[in-house]
């Protein structure tokens, strides 16, 4: 298999059409290497990542606790849990959150890695994996290795290493141009992949404002870049945003390699 920049070299106008607002890239008058030097500096800025969730104890609340836990949250966990990954990587990981109850659901897991790039989630994460283990769940020791990089930076891993990768309101704050790269990235090293992302507009842009493109970031058509990749789709749902009065939709996706 192409290594994640030469697959994305050879097919990039095809894959960047694969966006749910129809630009075409072939017409397109964006300078799409340009873009990505804009996004791949702009990963190096630790002050473009807002730091959330600092009091780690507010993880606590009930709210936050299986199976109470927010619908977009429980979908990935239920899912590993059925499936029973035993390799599993998380994509932007945050403090930790979904891939302790991960840890919890699958007391057979092999390996667990968790991806962030803002290296102030890191701190949280070791702390709620390794200090605070009451946090979120109790007396929970995960055992994860916790790597501060960015998403596109995955080229320690081989080919279908992990089982399963999945991302959580993730790829929604990544612009689109760069998203498809990261995501041919992510389907070279999984053999599944869970996706919980926003289907509309992308949303507090890490480089927002810094980029020709502006408000011409177009969320990815899943059902299509998959159908591209060679993946089966076994399930693909939209769900509201649990906030009220956000016009928003999540989509809920589980697909498989043929690999």
Same mark, same amino acid.
């Given at each position: 298999?192409?290594? !994640?920049?030469?697959?994305?070299?050879?097919?990039?106008?095809?894959? +960047?059409?694969?966006?749910?607002?129809?630009?075409?890239?072939?017409?397109?008058?964006?300078?799409?290497?340009?873009?990505?030097?804009?996004?791949?500096?702009?990963?190096?800025?630790?002050?473009?990542?807002? /730091?959330? $969730?600092?009091?780690?104890?507010?993880?606590?609340?009930?709210?936050?606790?299986?199976?109470?836990?927010?619908?977009?949250?429980?979908?990935?966990?239920?899912?590993?849990?059925? @499936?029973?990954?035993?390799?599993?990587?998380?994509? #932007?990981? #945050?403090?930790?959150?979904?891939?302790?109850?991960?840890?919890?659901?699958?007391?057979?897991?092999?390996? +667990?890695?968790?991806?962030?790039?803002?290296?102030? $989630?890191?701190?949280?994460?070791? @702390?709620?994996?390794?200090?605070?283990?009451?946090?979120? &769940?109790?007396? =929970?020791?995960?055992?994860? /290795? =916790?790597?501060?990089?960015? &998403? $596109?930076?995955?080229?320690?891993?081989?080919? /279908?290493? !992990?089982?399963?990768?999945?991302?959580?309101?993730?790829?929604? $704050?990544?612009?689109?141009?760069?998203?498809?790269?990261?995501?041919?990235? =992510?389907?070279?090293?999984?053999?599944?992949?869970?996706?919980?992302?926003?289907?509309?507009?992308?949303?507090?842009?890490?480089?927002?404002?810094?980029?020709? &493109?502006? @408000?011409?970031?177009?969320?990815?058509?899943?059902?299509? !870049?998959?159908?591209?990749?060679?993946?089966?789709?076994?399930?693909?749902?939209?769900?509201?945003?649990?906030?009220?009065?956000?016009?928003?939709?999540?989509? &809920?996706?589980?697909?498989?390699?043929?690999?």
């Amino acid at each position: 298999m192409d290594t !994640f920049n030469e697959y994305f070299l050879k097919n990039k106008i095809e894959l +960047l059409n694969c966006n749910l607002n129809k630009l075409d890239f072939n017409n397109s008058s964006v300078d799409i290497d340009k873009e990505l030097d804009i996004y791949y500096k702009s990963t190096l800025i630790e002050q473009n990542y807002p /730091n959330s $969730h600092t009091d780690l104890a507010s993880w606590k609340s009930n709210v936050y606790i299986y199976p109470n836990m927010d619908e977009r949250h429980r979908y990935i966990v239920d899912t590993i849990k059925k @499936e029973n990954y035993k390799k599993i990587i998380d994509l #932007g990981a #945050g403090c930790g959150m979904i891939s302790k109850y991960v840890y919890d659901a699958n007391p057979q897991l092999e390996e +667990l890695v968790c991806i962030e790039n803002n290296s102030v $989630h890191c701190s949280q994460m070791l @702390e709620n994996f390794k200090t605070n283990t009451d946090i979120i &769940l109790p007396n =929970i020791e995960v055992n994860a /290795n =916790i790597i501060n990089t960015s &998403l $596109h930076n995955l080229k320690q891993f081989p080919d /279908n290493y !992990f089982d399963v990768g999945f991302t959580c309101t993730v790829l929604m $704050h990544i612009p689109f141009i760069i998203a498809i790269p990261i995501m041919c990235e =992510i389907a070279r090293i999984c053999k599944n992949i869970i996706n919980v992302e926003n289907t509309n507009e992308m949303i507090n842009c890490v480089v927002k404002g810094q980029t020709k &493109l502006k @408000e011409e970031y177009y969320c990815i058509d899943y059902l299509k !870049f998959y159908e591209k990749k060679n993946f089966e789709i076994l399930e693909y749902k939209n769900i509201p945003d649990p906030v009220p009065k956000i016009n928003c939709y999540y989509n &809920l996706i589980h697909v498989r390699k043929n690999i």
